[in-house]
């Protein structure tokens, strides 16, 4: 009679080891970057024993979560996204405020962000949608529906208001579309939507800054002017519709089948983008339109919104191959490189660890997002590949935004490096994801 396996002897014997391997080794990197970032603000063991008990806390949590059969999400999804609701909604209500954004509960010897379990909770509900509303994806009430989902989260986290926390929700989001069948040109058209909507303000206030530095590029001064001229911006509205009307009917004539509804939402998608562009350009604050885009050009305000970036590049580079030694940074340890120990965490691993040690955690995030993808393809129903699809797209989004951000070459939005940054509340619901992870995975033959 074969005897059934308990969860510890099906957890050890269907263990991911190349996931616990790339968790482990970040959690190291974690620690020493941490704790080398930290000696700057004089308590360098207080940041070392918060990260660590955050990853005691969230091992605790991953490990529940990969007991509990995520399948019963499937059947809490109204739940779970109401609580994520509640839980947003109540921060603004009772949360207390950090640098500007409330979106902190605060409990004196402990404070959490609870935007960070929204996400996830967010991802389990939206997965359980689409998993269940997939043969109505052509209907427009179930796209209305999506992005209701989607504004309600978007809404309350910009009243915090915390920018940077809102864009993960958009990959994730079109993945998921994406996956389960969603026509790749309505995706365009809603990219091509949220692109305007937030790259008409920063436009601007890139123009603006331009003006203030050239002096002598009789050109780029030129071309400046023209973009800051409103009326030449309706202009060349009106001619991108008047070429995508007359590209259509010249494709038509050419006998190519095109839906003619296409030029027609291409068109409205630009005009309601345009027209977002408003609310949206209001709600960002100067200082979040600069750091969007200084990346551009950091020497347009090198000591301002440029500074972070400049900073972050030149330890990167002096760290060179085999890094300056632990503790040895002299961009680190001199203060010259802000927010060391959260958003430019990967900076002080470059400059200490150089190459060497930034490679090695590339790899182990590459690693650690190929397994996440692989336990969504042996996943056991769609759901639980919706759900693993949703957190290794998450992954990805914020290992590429942050490390470009770092390296100059993505906007200064924020955003944590997972796994790495300082952050209690950003660790904890890293490892509950990564404990759904490992409950799809384990699950992969069964049911139970």
């Not at 992870?437 to 699950?443: F, G």
Request: charged share 10%; glycine share 8%.
């Amino acid at each position: 009679m074969i005897q059934e396996k308990n969860f510890f002897q099906r957890l050890t014997s269907n263990v991911d080891w190349w996931l616990v391997f790339a968790v482990a080794v970040l959690m190291l990197i974690s620690f020493s970057a941490v704790y080398s970032a930290g000696i700057v603000y004089g308590n360098s063991f207080k940041y070392l024993s918060v990260q660590i008990l955050a990853y005691l806390v969230g091992s605790v949590g991953l490990l529940l979560l990969t007991s509990f059969n995520y399948q019963h999400y499937k059947h809490l999804d109204k739940l779970m996204y109401v609580l994520s609701l509640l839980l947003l909604s109540s921060v603004l209500v009772f949360g207390s405020a950090k640098r500007g954004t409330k979106g902190w509960f605060d409990f004196g010897f402990v404070s959490f962000q609870p935007v960070e379990i929204a996400k996830i909770m967010f991802i389990l509900a939206l997965a359980s949608f689409l998993d269940a509303k997939v043969k109505e994806v052509k209907k427009m009430s179930f796209l209305v529906s999506v992005f209701a989902m989607l504004t309600g989260h978007l809404i309350l986290i910009m009243l915090q208001p915390d920018f940077s926390s809102t864009l993960s929700y958009l990959p994730v989001t079109f993945a998921l579309l994406f996956i389960i069948g969603f026509e790749p040109f309505y995706l365009l058209c809603i990219i091509i939507l949220v692109g305007l909507a937030v790259g008409i303000p920063l436009l601007e206030t890139f123009v603006n800054m331009q003006l203030k530095v050239l002096h002598n590029e009789t050109f780029l001064t030129n071309l400046a002017f023209f973009f800051k001229t409103g009326w030449n911006g309706f202009y060349i509205v009106f001619m991108g519709l008047f070429l995508i009307i007359a590209g259509f009917w010249f494709l038509r004539k050419l006998k190519v089948k095109i839906p003619a509804v296409y030029p027609i939402i291409l068109c409205v998608a630009i005009l309601i983008g345009c027209a977002t562009s408003v609310p949206v350009g209001k709600s960002l604050k100067d200082y979040q339109r600069k750091r969007l885009i200084v990346f551009l050009n950091p020497k347009v305000d090198p000591r301002g919104s440029g500074y972070n970036v400049i900073q972050s590049k030149i330890a990167i580079g002096s760290g060179k191959f085999t890094g300056k030694g632990f503790k040895n940074g002299t961009q680190t340890q001199l203060g010259f490189l802000p927010e060391q120990h959260t958003d430019f965490i990967f900076s002080v691993i470059g400059e200490e660890g150089g190459w060497i040690m930034a490679q090695l955690t590339l790899f182990c995030y590459f690693l650690f997002i190929w397994r996440a993808l692989v336990i969504a393809k042996e996943a056991r129903d769609r759901y639980g590949a919706l759900v693993a699809s949703g957190v290794a797209t998450m992954f990805t989004f914020y290992v590429i935004i942050n490390i470009g951000m770092v390296m100059g070459m993505m906007p200064v939005t924020g955003m944590p490096l997972l796994l790495l940054s300082y952050g209690g509340s950003s660790v904890f619901s890293s490892l509950c994801a990564i404990g759904i992870l490992c409950s799809i995975h384990t699950r992969r033959h069964t049911y139970s």
